[in-house]
Every structure is written in structure tokens, then in C-alpha cells.
């Protein structure tokens, strides 16, 4: 298994084989690109902007602002950034399948005893 410099990422996205949709050229690192928050879902109730508390001890999910498009025969990771893992959050995240088109959903839990707090547009 390879891993898509940003250089890669570029080339097939140039290329057409790679789609991010709402693309960032903020959200492009060194080996992947940071999805951004859409909206957050706590308890049944969605956030679609402003800066959303998410209370301690509890799941909540993340829609992202990119629609990814992936080739065939390349599938991706998904990482949660340090910067939330230090504030206490826990991430449910594994392997986006070869082929797989559309925006995600990512399911996490803040397990720290103080609120997180996340802005909408912020890189996750």
C-alpha cells in the first residue's frame, strides 16, 4: 500500500482520477489532506455553524465539507488530528473503501471531564 504524497494527491487530482470537492489548499499536508467540519450532529440535534460546544463525556459525529472521490484502485485512511486527540477526543474512524464517492461521517467521543469546542469549516 502506498501513501499519496501531496504531490500525488495533486497529480491525480489533475489528472482526474481524485476528486475533492470544496478542495483547501490549506488542507493539504505533507502525506494527506484534512477534511473539514460541514456540520455536527450531539444527541440528535445538528450544528451547521458557528462554534459548537461539545459537552464532556459524550459521542458525537462530524460531517465533512469535501465530497471525496476516490479511483478504483485506491482507498484512504482517516486520521483524527492530534491537536483534538489532545483535548480528549476519541475517534471511530478505519479505511475508506476503493471506489468510494461522497462526503463522510466520522463518529468520536470527547472523553475528557471539559467541553471541546469546534468551530464549523475547521480542519478535523
Known amino acids: 500500500m502506498a501513501v499519496l504524497s501531496d504531490r500525488d494527491i495533486l497529480y491525480e487530482m489533475q489528472g482526474g482520477r481524485l476528486g475533492i470537492s470544496d478542495y483547501s489548499e490549506k488542507s493539504l499536508t505533507p502525506n494527506g489532506y484534512d477534511l473539514r467540519v460541514a456540520e455536527i450532529s450531539i444527541n ?16 458525537y459525529y462530524v460531517s465533512t465539507i469535501e465530497r471525496v472521490a476516490l479511483p478504483d484502485d485506491v482507498c484512504a485512511n482517516l486520521w483524527l488530528r492530534t491537536s483534538w486527540i489532545r483535548k480528549g477526543s476519541v475517534g471511530a474512524f478505519g479505511m475508506i473503501d476503493a471506489g468510494f464517492e461522497g462526503t463522510l ?11 471541546i469546542e469546534i468551530t464549523i469549516g475547521e480542519r478535523y
Do not use: D, F, Q
Request: net charge neutral; glycine share 12%; hydrophobic share 35%.
Open 105 to 115: 461521517t466520522l463518529g468520536a467521543y470527547n472523553a475528557s471531564e471539559s467541553e
Open 44 to 59: 440528535g440535534t445538528v450544528y451547521k455553524e458557528g462554534v459548537v460546544k461539545i459537552p464532556a463525556r459524550t459521542m
